[in-house]
DNA sequence: GCCAGAACTCTGG
DNA sequence: CCAGAGTTCTGGC
C-alpha cells in the first residue's frame, strides 16, 4: 500500500496533506516538514510513503482555500482508519457548523450516550487524523476553557479566531 | 495477554 | 473537591 503527500505552506504554518487512491488520510499542522514527516511515518510504519505523489490538487487546493478564508467548507473523500466509535464522533463533529464550537457533552448526547461519554468523545477527537476536514478544534469544554489540541493550543485558537470573524462573512 | 491508568470531559454528591 | 461514567491506547507485569 502506498501513500502520496505533500506539504506546502498556508495560512497557518506548514500544511501536510496525505492521501491514498481513494481518499485523504491525513492533513495536518506543524511548524516544519521534518515534524510533519515524523508524524505521518509514526502513523503509517508498514506503508510506502511519496513525498508529492499523484494526488488531485483540488485536494490540496480546498484546503488551502479553507485556511485562506475562500471557502467555509471542505467536501472531501476520506480513507481513514477508525473505529466505530470514531466516526460517529467526527460525523457529530462535521455537523457544527464553520464558526461556532460545541462542548464534548453535546457531542456525546447527540449520539446517545446521556453526556457521561464526554471523556470517549475527548479522546477520540484526540486520535483523529485529518484536522480541518474534521473540525475537532470546534469541540470545546463546557465551562467556556478551550480543552486541549492535539495540534497545539495556539492552533486551535488562531483557527476559532479566524473562523468566527470569517463567518460573519459569509453570511 | 491482562490489568491499571491516562487521554482535548462532565455531573452529582 | 472527589469519584465515576464510555472508549481506546500504552506500559508494566
Redesign the pocket.
Known amino acids: 500500500m502506498q501513500i502520496s503527500y505533500t506539504i506546502v505552506d498556508s495560512a497557518l504554518d506548514r500544511l501536510l496533506v496525505a492521501a491514498t487512491t481513494r481518499g485523504i488520510s491525513m492533513v495536518s499542522l506543524g511548524d516544519s516538514d521534518s515534524y510533519l514527516e515524523a508524524e505521518l511515518a509514526r502513523d503509517y510504519p508498514s506503508v510506502e510513503l511519496i513525498r508529492d505523489g499523484s494526488m488531485p490538487p483540488e485536494w490540496v487546493d480546498t484546503l488551502v482555500n479553507y485556511l485562506g478564508g475562500q471557502s467555509s467548507n471542505l467536501d472531501l473523500p476520506l480513507d481513514v482508519r477508525a ?4 466516526r460517529q464522533v467526527w460525523q457529530a463533529l462535521q455537523a457544527i457548523p464553520y464558526g461556532s464550537t460545541s ?3 453535546e457531542v456525546a448526547r447527540a449520539l446517545g ?1 446521556e ?6 468523545v ?2 477520540a ?4 487524523p485529518v484536522s480541518l476536514v474534521i473540525p ?1 478544534h470546534r ?1 470545546v ?3 467556556g476553557s478551550l ?4 495540534w497545539g493550543l495556539d492552533r486551535k485558537r488562531a483557527l476559532l479566531a479566524r473562523e468566527r470573524s470569517r463567518s460573519l462573512l459569509f453570511v
Open positions: 473505529t466505530d466509535f470514531q462542548t464534548y457533552g450516550y453526556k457521561t461519554a464526554a471523556r470517549a475527548g479522546h477527537c484526540a486520535t483523529n475537532c469541540a469544554r463546557n465551562d480543552g486541549g489540541y492535539r
